[in-house]
């Protein structure tokens, strides 16, 4: 499974951007799929995590209500819509699949996928 992040860019506070993670070498809707954020001099940290077939999401309380993921299964991609972005936002986005027909997975050392990572900086 390869995975290519993209859409990060500079935007100003309450600006939006929006991810996608396109995946290939395997058919997507198999995998919960997940987008992480790791900080200059900070752990990495879930954002947002999505069922194999979109049923089920989950967001970090620091994003609830301003972020909202989304895939297309037939695309081969996950969406992660970012909006009244805010200075703390400021990130290396990265997204991740775990092979799991049902359910959400949260701990990021379950993820057996990575892709590379696209950034995100948010300007005051």
């Known amino acids: 499974v390869q995975l290519q992040a993209s859409g990060g860019g500079l935007v100003q506070a309450g600006g939006s951007l929006r991810l996608s993670c396109a995946a290939s070498?395997?058919?997507?809707?198999?995998?919960?799929i997940g987008w992480f954020r790791q900080a200059p001099g900070k752990e990495r940290e879930m954002v947002s995590c999505?069922?194999?077939?979109?049923?089920?999401?989950h967001y970090a309380d620091s994003v609830k209500g301003r972020f909202t993921i989304s895939r297309d299964n037939a695309k081969g991609t996950v969406y992660l819509q970012m909006n009244s972005l805010q200075p703390e936002d400021t990130a290396v986005y990265y997204c991740?699949?775990?092979?799991?027909?049902?359910?959400?997975?949260?701990?990021?050392?379950?993820?057996?996928?990575w892709g590379q990572g696209t950034v995100v900086t948010v300007s005051s």
């Open positions: 070498g395997t058919t997507l809707e198999t995998y919960v």
């Open positions: 991740a699949a775990d092979f799991r027909l049902f359910g959400l997975t949260l701990n990021f050392k379950e993820y057996d996928y």
């Open positions: 999505i069922s194999s077939r979109g049923g089920y999401t």
